[in-house]
């Protein structure tokens, strides 16, 4: 039981406070690819401390080796002995919070992805009801509208600019404008929005709310990765600027939601030399680490102190 509250315990804290523990990964000069992985990796790590707490509190013998199980039965009747609880209100709660935790995950989940999906392919068949395709852009251009580029995943998937984008952007920006949303197509960047959205509907806790807006501005700086690769980064930049400056009515993101500032900032900031490449990309490694073994590392040890414990106060299996 011991090892079923630490799990829940700490998939508690996690979720309650894990933000604060990720954030560093997610600065401009991390990888935001790791970011995007510390932060779902964080949030199943947390729901699944909860599904097996729920397990082990209900089923302890699950957690047990069988070749175990003799060293530890002969300390049962000594601690029936000595715990009020009956065993059986631990077994009720321990399947209620397996249940209810995998009852909501899946249910929101489902719902999610069902609606976005439903939104998507209503989207995409307005979008191609009143646009052009453009077969030389390999995309589906709109009369109206402010200038603005996005994609809608679906099949086929689409790239919508409108005509004010063809008009405002030069050839280079608006070729990188275009890698740049191609990528979100090509690494279907939507199936982890939609994850972390599912998640923060799911579990109305800090570490899901936070993921739910994070995780979508870091693919943002993936895709403006992608972009800067093949055309520059002022170009990339440039192009990020004149289309803010269209979006009077939210000049301070863009339709991913990742703040401008903060892509400039990495898009404009000078690539880390060699000898730095280990501590960019091995803190965000050992992040995701901690987030997604911790708990488990921490049962371990209390695992370990159990075992301890038997063996000086339950009784020896040969003599009991």
């Given amino acids: 039981m011991i090892i079923a509250l630490v799990l829940l315990g700490c998939g508690l804290a996690l979720a309650s406070c894990g933000q604060h523990l990720i954030q560093p990964v997610t600065a401009p000069a991390r990888p935001p690819l790791w970011g995007m992985v510390t932060w779902l990796v964080a949030e199943v790590s947390a729901v699944s401390c909860w599904m097996l707490g729920g397990l082990l509190l209900a089923w302890p013998e699950l957690l047990i080796p069988d070749e175990l199980r003799e060293f530890f039965a002969a300390c049962i009747p000594f601690l029936r002995q000595t715990v009020s609880s009956p065993y059986w209100t631990m077994h009720v709660i321990g399947v209620g919070v397996t249940c209810a935790a995998a009852t909501r995950l899946l249910w929101c989940l489902t719902t999610t992805l069902v609606d976005t999906g439903r939104r998507r392919s209503r989207h995409a068949e307005a979008v191609r009801l009143v646009g052009r395709t453009n077969p030389s852009l390999a995309c589906v251009v709109v009369d109206e509208g402010p200038a603005i580029a996005y994609t809608v995943p679906g099949r086929p998937p689409l790239v919508v600019l409108t005509r004010a984008t063809l008009r405002l952007l030069p050839p280079e920006q608006l070729a990188a404008v275009l890698v740049h949303e191609r990528t979100h197509l090509a690494e279907y960047h939507h199936i982890p929005t939609d994850l972390a959205r599912g998640l923060a509907r799911a579990f109305r806790l800090p570490l ?91 049962a371990a040890v209390f695992l370990i102190l159990a075992a301890g414990i038997h063996l000086v106060v339950c009784p020896d299996p040969g003599t009991a």
């Fill in 208 to 298: 899901f709310a936070v993921g739910a807006a994070t995780v979508p501005a870091l693919l943002e700086m993936r895709a403006d990765e992608a972009a800067a690769r093949q055309h520059g980064r002022r170009t990339v930049a440039a192009a990020l600027l004149s289309l803010a400056g269209e979006r009077t009515t939210q000049p301070a993101a863009f339709p991913g939601g990742a703040p401008i500032t903060t892509r400039l900032h990495r898009l404009l900031t000078a690539p880390k030399p060699w000898s730095t490449w280990l501590r960019t990309h091995g803190q965000p490694l050992l992040y995701s680490l901690t987030v997604g073994l911790g708990p488990y590392c921490t």
